[in-house]
């Protein structure tokens, strides 16, 4: 079975594992999270998953409480965890994303994955 994600293509037989951000193996039945490593034999890519800011593979009321604290400066976050904060992918980080991230928690809309 292939299965296509960003553009990769991942087929039976290729060698897949999975890490946390500081390296540490994790088991495959592992819900994916922002700021997790999955590697394909010997290429590595770094999930993003927008509004998931805290990387728990969750998008919920702890990320609007990571994005508040971004955007005024209370505590910062950088790499894919600051590009998860991103949901309207304007390449800013502002209210317009807490709004958008609210509104998915609330199921009043949904955060576009396929950047």
Not at 13 to 34: F, H, I, R
Not at 38 to 67: C, E, F, P, R, W
């Amino acid at each position: 079975m292939d299965w296509m994600r960003a553009g990769r293509v991942i087929k039976d037989g290729d060698q897949v594992s999975l890490y946390k951000a500081n390296g540490e193996a994790l088991n495959m039945s592992t819900a994916l999270g922002t700021g997790m490593i999955i590697k394909v034999n010997d290429m590595s890519y770094t999930i993003i998953i927008y509004g998931d800011v805290n990387g728990d593979g969750q998008i919920n009321m702890m990320d609007v409480a990571y994005l508040r604290d971004q955007i005024y400066g209370i505590d910062t976050l950088d790499g894919p965890f600051y590009r998860a904060m991103d949901v309207n992918h304007d390449n800013r980080v502002n209210l317009m994303d807490l709004a958008a991230i609210r509104d998915a928690i609330y199921e009043v809309d949904t955060i576009n994955q396929n950047v």
